[in-house]
């Protein structure tokens, strides 16, 4: 069980990161669960070689890179509005396209920016019309 102090501290953190007038709760940190799709080079060898359980370095650096700055990224559309938040997204979508030279998965960005979209404070069809490029 977890303890009242820590409850206090985690809720704080929690706030500090996504602004309470949301009313997401925590599911902006369980979304982050489908950046395991970032990892799946781990399990499956893109070269063909036959060579499964093998992420190599020059798939792995450029990963975790990526996946520092993504989470930046991701927490500040939260607390953005505007031009600061279109500009947060397309640069988790840009993020994509960096890494797909080195990761087969990095459309995994694209999904998450798609799913910011949501928080970009415009017209439904201005928001599917960004989705649509």
């Known amino acids: 069980m977890i303890s009242r102090s820590m409850h206090k501290r985690l809720l704080r953190w929690r706030a500090w990161l996504i602004p309470e007038d949301l009313n997401l709760g925590w599911?902006?940190?369980?979304?982050?669960?489908?950046l395991i799709f970032l990892?799946?080079?781990?399990?499956?060898?893109?070269s063909g070689r036959g060579k499964a359980f093998g992420m190599l370095a020059s798939m792995l650096w450029p990963t975790l890179a990526?996946?520092?700055?993504?989470?930046?990224?991701?927490f500040s559309v939260y607390r953005s509005s505007g031009r600061a938040s279109l500009v947060r997204t397309l640069g988790i979508a840009a993020l994509s396209y960096y890494l797909l030279p080195f990761n087969a998965f990095a459309?995994?960005?694209?999904?998450?920016?798609?799913?910011?979209?949501?928080?970009?404070?415009?017209?439904?069809w201005?928001?599917?019309?960004?989705?649509a490029l």
């Open 66 to 74: 990526t996946l520092v700055i993504f989470l930046c990224l991701y």
């Open 126 to 131: 201005s928001r599917l019309g960004w989705s």
């Open 107 to 124: 459309n995994t960005y694209l999904i998450y920016a798609i799913g910011c979209a949501a928080f970009l404070g415009v017209s439904l």
């Open 27 to 34: 599911m902006p940190f369980y979304n982050l669960g489908y």
């Open 39 to 46: 990892f799946l080079p781990v399990l499956f060898d893109p």
